[in-house]
């Protein structure tokens, strides 16, 4: 059993630490306010069976808190009150420095915490290294300097979160659709260097690569580009094949019909496809941002975006050579084809390839087997998100959504200078998130129960749940708020790629951004956690049983009267999104821990339930729980996603078919959750395990060979939209091994 320091390092759980602390507070007293010492061993044993009842590394803080905790509950207020003082002198003591430590521990790989933060960043490289010891001084800065004493205690208790703290003085924004066809058309600059309008689809291939490379490194969330904007560069290179054949031909002196000499073109340019595309998923897979990462990008497939049939003919191309590549997969360091985490893939499901006998249905035949073997691609309902939205359109990265362009009905104009602008023409490629804020559901529900009373009725809990919301509800957007004044005044200097090149906008040099933050043209969004837990701490019903069900929809609704309220006031595009936690489903349920202990049903895992999602360890069926969700996914706007956790699929296609068909007629975002290990000490190609070591601790083992180390091989889990390569921290753990499947 261990515990986490404050720098973050892992250490043994240590009781007779406990013990010399009490003695310490305890010698300074008078003899008759004194601990017996039989009664300080009783209580360093209690917090030690705490400690082993909670299945995870308490903290410091905890440890400490349980101390004065159980000091107080045998009576001795003067030995409490000594080890309070000495804990308030030690704190004054840290705080001339309060990064230094954690820091160290970056360095020197020891900081546990840092380590799971993030399921696609490794902590031993020094890029990562760097980016984390720069965003522990940023968020020190952060906390101390340019955040309300209010929001950053709030994001201490878990009370909200206020996401990706460590970018905010950089005044920098979450996600956004790039608008790679301005780019391509009409040229951009990267690294001071002009780029002009591409001769070929490989070479515009390339240059995609080096605009996703340059996007990450100004901005810390998704990023999505369109496969539908390199489609017209298929014809570039049909063109310029045909001419370079034609020179060919006239050399050697040789005659060929049209119909060969069209065979032989069109050979060419899949040939050249193949190898534009393996430059997309070859560069995006080995390309490094700035903070140590691969780029967090989306590749959307949309045929009906196309806008001609020749086209939609070529982007068909390209959508099957981009599910064909990664049927297949990458390469590991041992040279086995394993699934990588990036790029993302969305396949739009729609009229035309949804069933058999539709044109494009082989495509969608090819997406499922896609899916079964590398759990990608997503998939969008055209006929749903007509429903929703009136438009279709990919997300910012793994959930978040823009709201539908109301700026352009508006007659607004052309904010952003775009070179593909297009009078009264809808735009979604472009904008942007500002940031998140997300609430966590299941403190307002049990604070709710607390101040209501043991013996109080389900009525008074959810009044005062209502006023406690409400209260909550403020303390968000003024917290969205700090993130959106944060970015005004941000001059398009700043990042020249994305304000002043065509990623997003073609402001001039040293213009500020202000305008863009406006009119819906991006989006802020309001994030929630714990729905599950939130319902089933007030009234004791799960969301799949109807009065659960009831309440979860009435939350929904109120957090969309929330936003649209303080969307009226300020001409700001709040929206609802149901956030993806990471490593924040961990820190969540550790302060819920801490503040109301363990509450069977509630608090009793070390992880919170998803946004609306139906628990993981609830036995539901596949399209029960999808019509369930859509219900929830239709009132989080700004951003959602629903899954089902399914076997190895890949002799069973059919399966995998008729889930995406009840998707195109159901819910308008889902994916199929799947598993995809290998073991590189025995070659064991199947689900690698989560099983508990000597100490309690959640380890990853090969079932066949019993190799737990990590770094021999290769596991990849979808943990909050992407799916994550690098290990997660305990509390994601759990959930992953907790998991039931929804098809048997």
Not at 319 to 338: D, F, H, S, T
Not at 731 to 736: F, K, Y
Request: some cysteine; hydrophobic content about 40%; overall charge negative.
């Amino acid at each position: 059993m261990n515990i986490i320091k404050r720098s973050g390092e892992e250490a043994p759980f240590d009781r007779s630490k406990i013990v010399v602390a009490i003695g310490k507070a305890n010698a300074t007293v008078d003899d008759a306010d004194k601990l017996t010492e039989a009664r300080i061993q009783r209580i360093a044993q209690q917090i030690e069976e705490f400690a082993a009842a909670h299945d995870r590394a308490l903290s410091v803080e905890e440890i400490q808190d349980l101390v004065e905790t159980k000091i107080q509950e045998a009576g001795a207020h003067a030995v409490a009150k000594k080890y309070i003082t000495y804990r308030f002198i030690q704190s004054l003591k840290r705080q001339h420095n309060t990064t230094d430590g954690e820091i160290l521990t970056l360095i020197n790989c020891t900081n546990e915490e840092a380590k799971q933060e993030n399921a696609n960043k490794n902590p031993t490289i020094n890029s990562v290294q760097r980016d984390y010891m720069a965003g522990a001084v940023s968020k020190d800065v952060t906390k101390r300097l340019l955040l309300p004493e209010e929001v950053v205690k709030a994001h201490d208790a878990g009370i909200l979160h206020f996401h990706d703290m460590d970018y905010y003085a950089q005044r920098m924004h979450n996600c956004d659709l790039v608008n790679l066809e301005d780019m391509l058309q009409n040229g951009t600059v990267i690294s001071g260097t002009t780029i002009d309008r591409p001769h070929s689809f490989s070479t515009a291939c390339n240059i995609a690569t080096q605009i996703i490379a340059q996007v990450a490194s100004n901005q810390y969330g998704g990023q999505s580009i369109s496969l539908t904007h390199l489609a017209p560069f298929v014809q570039v290179s049909r063109e310029k094949i045909t001419q370079e054949l034609d020179e060919e031909l006239a050399l050697v002196g040789a005659q060929v019909d049209a119909a060969k000499k069209a065979e032989i073109v069109e050979k060419r340019v899949r040939d050249e496809i193949v190898r534009g595309v393996q430059t997309i998923q070859y560069q995006v897979v080995t390309l490094m941002t700035t903070n140590g990462q691969a780029p967090f990008i989306t590749v959307y497939m949309y045929l009906n975006e196309a806008r001609s049939e020749q086209e939609k003919k070529d982007l068909a191309v390209i959508i099957e050579e981009m599910l064909k590549q990664r049927i297949q997969g990458v390469k590991n360091e041992v040279g086995v084809y394993v699934t990588p985490a990036f790029p993302k893939l969305i396949y739009v499901l729609e009229e035309d390839n949804v069933k058999e006998g539709t044109p494009y249905f082989y495509l969608t035949e090819l997406a499922a087997k896609c899916t079964a073997k590398r759990m990608v691609p997503d998939y969008i309902s055209e006929k749903m998100m007509l429903e929703l939205k009136g438009d279709v359109y990919t997300c910012m990265g793994c959930r978040s959504f823009l709201t539908p362009d109301r700026f352009t009905d508006a007659g607004i104009g052309n904010i952003s200078k775009a070179k593909n602008y297009t009078p009264g023409k809808h735009r979604y490629y472009g904008r942007f998130n500002q940031g998140v804020v997300t609430i966590n559901l299941v403190d307002v529900a049990l604070s709710a129960v607390r101040a209501a009373g043991a013996d109080a009725s389900e009525d008074a809990r959810l009044a005062k749940f209502w006023e406690i919301f409400d209260e909550r509800m403020e303390l968000c957007h003024r917290a969205l708020n700090c993130r959106h004044d944060r970015l005004m005044g941000t001059l398009s200097d700043a990042a020249p790629i994305l304000w002043q090149y065509g990623a997003l906008a073609r402001l001039e040099k040293g213009e500020k951004i202000d305008e863009l933050l406006f009119h819906g043209y991006s989006t802020i969004s309001l994030g929630y956690a714990g729905l599950w837990e939130c319902v089933y701490a007030l009234i004791g019903k799960k969301l799949t049983e109807f009065e659960g069900e009831a309440l979860g929809l009435d939350i929904m609704k109120k957090l969309n009267e929330y936003t649209a309220k303080w969307k009226k006031a300020s001409d700001i595009d709040f929206s609802i999104y149901g956030t993806p936690l990471e490593s924040t489903t961990y820190r969540f349920a550790k302060c819920l821990q801490e503040r109301f202990g363990i509450v069977k049903g509630v608090t009793d895992k070390n992880y919170i339930t998803n946004s609306y999602h139906v628990h993981v360890t609830e036995p539901i069926d596949a399209f029960d729980k999808l019509a369930l969700e859509a219900k929830f996914q239709k009132l989080s706007p700004g951003g959602a996603i629903s899954y089902v956790e399914v076997p190895d699929m890949q002799h069973n296609i059919p399966a995998v078919l008729a889930i995406m068909q009840f998707i195109y007629d159901h819910i308008m975002y889902a994916e199929l959750n799947t598993k995809s290990d290998y073991c590189q000490v025995c070659g064991f190609d199947g689900e690698i395990q989560v099983v508990k070591d000597e100490h309690g601790k959640l380890i990853w083992k090969c079932p066949k060979c019993g190799n737990t180390d990590q770094n021999k091989m290769n596991v990849a889990r979808r943990t909050c939209g992407y799916i994550g390569s690098q290990y997660w921290n305990q509390g994601r753990t759990q959930e992953i091994k907790e998991r039931v499947l929804h098809v048997s």
